[in-house]
């Protein structure tokens, strides 16, 4: 009996004293001074922009760097109905696709425009991972301007990846798929039916205007990410792949087989040659073309009929194959564009390709074999070396410029940082929990600005106030100027982010647009003055020109609309000054509302479906009379005739 | 009548030409700040128009229901362009005429287009800040919001300055100019008499 009471005793001690057992937490990895490193002064702007992918919500997100701030959500390839994108007749066709109009996407990468290999940040380009496509963002009005669709494309993961002068922005199929008429085939005929495109979308250097210039038609891998070659590697474009097993079923297990996939190394120079040189086919291939025009405010969307592709099972020298171990997932090329680096995210090591031993192995058909007659090359032969030991799970690697790497790694959790030259890990830190991208300012380019790297984490848990099942995810901003890496600041972000970039504040916010001037506004619906402002039938359709300015809509009295009457109101913001936007709401409108800027006109279709006398007002807080600015609509049973008739401050 | 020296004629020549910058350069300004514009407003009056946040300040004042601000508000923009061309012709002709005299008379017109040009814009503020549309949203104590006619005055919740421009301080540069060679003129020592009872 004593006995047992001794043991119970030692027991509840050892229990006591466990959580003292415990490594430490992140409380400890705060050092003193971070406080005052992460705070931008009241009134004081943040040194760097970070355009941050939304993932599953579609959108892009404005952070400052280093505060952590959330500047702007930028609607890119899902319906805002907080401004109306996707919901005003003018934004609609920027979501249109071949399959017709679609409200949501994924959004997994952002690339920042780039000339030699350093950042420009005129543009930011983001992936539609679901249904295909390319947007590109304007960073002179923070605004979608462009989105192009990706034929025979399924999964667009490996995109937008952009060469060092914008030439061209990459967009590789996760997915393999049977493209053509022929896709209606069995799944179990994948080798044969199925084929892995890599798009080649030209970038107009003046307007940024994009257009789908080649295919390459590649073998049903699984492509997952990319980069382009820069400085003395421009013209290359490199490719990580997994599933190269090509299997179709329970790819978590048929797809880890091999011991080593493959990096596809393209000659895009080479290829472009072969382009030009009309070796290219032309096929059928559906998908549309959708931009916006900044004088007209509104999209258009155009359906494009043919693609070139390339076969480069016929056309040597462009593709060539790396063997790299166990599923990489990111490939990044270090600044100089001298290093290769795989990410396998089952691997025990980094491999780190050398490009100039990748063309002395090319050049001397140092070859293991082939596919399909694309030469596959000796992994000795490229390698460069493998760091060692990195740490379980790695992702994705940017650089600082300095000769150093810092690679994610998942599994473990925690960045890594090595020298690229010697291939030592020098230092690595926890992050909360389990990264996925990594960012640092200018990383990806060739001129890294080497200060803050942010973690952006797939983990939250325990970070923050809790707020039920769903958790924000959660990203650490690290100081890196020093030789070990500092945590600064733990900060919430919005929707899912993957990839984000970040560039100097300085390159872009002394030339970002105001508002719209009134005289250059080229909408068919667009009002220069409230002078101008009416209502007009056009059978069921009725069109109502209106204006806003502080603080009235004219006109705000509207009578002689009938129910079933297609109601299309144009608002024109006529303000002519900064930060004046107004709202347009109606109520009982099924869509959503509109928040037009000062100069631009925008257009909300209504259908009334009942008789009564409609409110409508503004909701922007514009000015001290911004609750006086509304109106009224009256609706009239079908086939009435109720005069049609408005006005604006007349009094009986 | 007394001449004037070679030194003095050329700075009546320079006063008068110093006139002619006024038709590239806007002449006076007006400047609000509020806490929602950091950046502050800015109106500027040229000879012959207006430029600068001119509709800003319109939406800022309709709701105290000041009148709209525009070139027609200004009748003085069809004549200035002569007035100020007159001026320069009297000062050329004062430089040829060179005499004490002519000094004088260019010096006192163009003293009294500057007393005339503030009594205007005294005017043109007095009836801008009493003439408040009585229907306006805010009504502002006294029914006046008159902007200051020179330096700074506090207006609700904008601070407002008015003051001269470009053109304006190079006319006071010239008159300036002007000042210096009266002085001149009564100060130097007279030009060599011969003295009756030294000469021979």
């Given amino acids: 009996m004593e006995k047992k009471v001794w043991l119970l005793a030692i027991g509840l001690t050892a229990v006591a004293l466990a959580p003292g057992c415990k490594p430490k937490g992140a409380q400890t990895a705060i050092t003193g001074d971070a406080a005052s490193k992460v705070y931008v002064a009241p009134g004081n702007h943040d040194e760097f922009y970070n ?48 399959q017709g109009f ?55 993961h490996s995109s937008p990846f952009i060469t060092q002068n914008t030439e061209y922005v990459v967009a590789g199929t996760r997915f393999s798929v049977p ?104 096929k059928k291939a559906k998908y549309v073309h959708n931009k916006w025009n900044e004088e007209t405010h509104s999209a258009t969307s155009t359906m494009m009929e043919d693609v070139l592709t390339l076969d480069p099972t016929v056309l040597k020298d462009i593709v060539y194959f790396i063997p790299c171990p166990k599923s990489p997932h990111g490939t990044d090329t270090d600044p100089t564009g001298e290093f290769i680096v795989g990410s396998g995210k089952l691997a025990a090591i980094i491999p780190v390709f050398s490009f100039t031993k990748m063309l002395a192995a090319i050049e001397s058909k140092d070859f ?20 060692v030991k990195p740490g379980l799970g790695p992702l994705h690697t940017e650089f600082d410029g300095k000769g150093f790497a810092y690679t994610s790694m998942f599994v473990s959790s925690e960045i890594v940082k090595w020298n690229i030259e010697t291939l030592e890990v020098v230092d690595r830190v926890p992050t909360y929990y389990s990264v996925g991208h990594l960012s640092v300012p ?104 209106m204006t806003s300015i502080r603080s009235n809509f004219r006109p705000d009295n509207i009578e002689g609309v009938n129910v079933g009457d297609e109601v299309y109101f144009h608002v024109t913001n006529l303000e002519q000054d900064w930060d004046v936007p107004h709202g347009f709401a109606i109520k009982g409108a099924n869509t959503a509302e509109l928040l037009i800027m000062p100069g631009e006109t925008s257009t909300l279709k209504w259908v009334p479906d009942r008789t009564g006398v409609f409110p409508f007002y503004c909701t ?33 | 009548m007394k001449s004037l020296s070679f030194f003095n004629r050329i700075l009546v020549l320079l006063a008068a030409l110093l006139i002619i910058p006024s038709y590239f350069t806007p002449l006076w300004q007006i400047s609000l700040w509020a806490p929602q514009y950091p950046e502050g407003l800015n109106m500027k009056i040229w000879i012959d128009h207006l430029s600068g946040n001119v509709d800003q300040i319109n939406g800022v004042n309709h709701y105290i229901g000041m009148r709209h601000i525009g070139n027609e508000m200004f009748p003085e ?69 008159q902007p200051p006619l020179i330096g700074y005055k506090e207006l609700l ?44």
């Fill in chain 1, 51 to 98: 355009i941050v992918s939304g993932g599953f919500n579609g959108q892009m997100s404005v952070v400052g760097l280093p505060s952590g701030r959330v500047l702007k959500i930028l609607p890119v390839f899902s319906v805002n109905p907080e401004n109306g994108w996707g919901y005003s007749e003018e934004s609609k066709p920027m979501l249109n696709t071949s």
């Fill in chain 1, 102 to 156: 679609v409200p949501w996407d994924d959004l997994h990468h952002i690339a920042i425009s780039t000339t030699n290999a350093e950042h420009d940040a005129r543009w930011a380009f983001g992936n539609a991972n679901n249904t295909p496509r390319i947007a590109r963002v304007d960073l002179n009005t923070f605004k979608t301007v462009e989105i192009i669709e990706i034929p025979n494309s399924a999964g667009n």
């Fill in chain 1, 179 to 282: 493209v053509g008429e022929n896709n209606d085939v069995s799944i179990d005929s994948y080798k044969e039916n199925f084929k892995g495109y890599i798009s080649f979308i030209g970038v107009n250097p003046e307007s940024g205007e994009m257009n789908l210039s080649f295919q390459i038609e590649a073998p049903p891998f699984n492509f997952d990410l990319a980069r382009a070659g820069k400085n003395k590697s421009h013209g290359w474009f490199f490719f990580s792949t997994y599933n190269t097993e090509m299997a179709h079923t329970l790819l978590e297990v048929n797809a880890s087989q091999k011991d080593k996939d493959f990096i596809m190394a393209v000659n895009w120079k080479k290829a472009e040659e072969y382009v030009k040189a009309g070796q290219g086919t032309k």
């Fill in chain 1, 368 to 387: 293991e074999g082939d596919i399909n007659g694309m030469p596959v090359l000796k992994y000795e032969s490229v390698l460069h070396g493998e760091v």
């Fill in chain 1, 442 to 545: 200018g990383g990806p380019t060739g001129k890294p600005h080497g200060k803050y790297m942010v973690a952006y984490n797939k983990i939250t848990k325990d970070r923050y106030l809790p707020t039920g099942p769903e958790l924000a995810h959660s990203a650490q901003l690290y100081d890196i100027s020093g030789d070990k890496m500092q945590l600064l600041l733990d900060f919430p972000t919005i929707g899912e982010p993957h990839y984000a970039e970040a560039f100097p504040a300085s390159l872009i916010k002394d030339r970002q647009v105001k508002f719209y001037p009134i005289e250059k506004n080229q909408s068919p619906y667009a009002l220069k003055g409230v002078a101008d402002a009416r209502v007009e039938r056009k059978g069921n359709e009725v069109h109502v020109y």
């Fill in chain 1, 620 to 652: 922007d807080f514009c000015s001290a009379l911004h609750q006086e600015m509304q109106g009224y609509l009256r609706v009239s049973p079908k086939g009435s005739s109720t005069t049609l008739k408005f006005s604006t401050g007349e009094v009986e």
């Fill in chain 2, 77 to 145: 923009f069809s004549f200035l362009i002569y007035v100020i061309g007159a001026l320069v012709a009297v000062g050329v002709l004062a430089f040829l005429i060179g005499k004490r005299w002519s000094l004088y008379a260019f010096f006192g017109l163009i003293t009294l287009f500057g007393l005339a040009v503030l009594a205007d814009m005294y005017r043109w503020g007095y009836q801008y800040g009493h003439n408040l549309d009585p229907k306006a949203a805010i009504k502002v104590e006294g029914m006046s919001y």
């Fill in chain 2, 157 to 200: 919740n904008f601070l407002a300055y008015s003051g001269p421009d470009t053109g304006s301080w190079i006319i006071m540069g010239g008159v300036g100019l002007l000042i210096l060679a009266i002085v001149r003129d009564r100060f130097e020592k007279p030009a060599l008499v011969k003295n009756p009872y030294t000469s021979k």
